[in-house]
């Protein structure tokens, strides 16, 4: 089994900044791509950020105020967001491309966190 632990969601003011963190564990063999989805309440999840080998990519509407990074030796992704704006206000959910032990393929999913933006 491959579990992903997402952690930092929180109640933030418009303009604040916030750091998410996802731990990867379980019987992980190694991990493709990793990254950010998030989903408003009404609203589908979308893409927020993913990180492959050094190759990101971002939604437009985070693209100059997040940054993705990655603790490969910690099977570890990050989400560094600055100038939220309310409508960030979403469940951020982490994201995993895993081989396992087993040399099954599957995409991980994390529980997610919360990140309300708001005066």
């Known amino acids: 089994q491959v579990q992903l632990v997402e952690s930092g969601g929180d109640l933030v003011q418009p303009g604040g900044s916030l750091r998410l963190s996802c731990a990867a564990s379980?019987?992980?063999?190694?991990?493709?791509?990793m990254g950010w989805y998030r989903q408003a309440p009404g609203k589908q999840r979308e893409l927020v950020a993913t990180m492959r080998g050094g190759n990101t990519n971002y939604a437009d509407s985070v693209k100059g105020r997040f940054t993705i990074s990655r603790d490969n030796a910690k099977n570890m992704v990050y989400l560094q967001m600055n100038s939220l704006k309310p409508e960030d206000t979403a469940g951020y959910y982490c994201?995993?491309?895993?081989?396992?032990?087993?040399?099954?393929?599957?995409?991980?999913w994390g529980q997610g966190t919360l990140v309300t933006v708001s005066s």
């Open positions: 379980g019987s992980i063999f190694s991990i493709g791509a």
């Open positions: 994201n995993a491309e895993v081989v396992t032990t087993g040399r099954s393929r599957i995409m991980a």
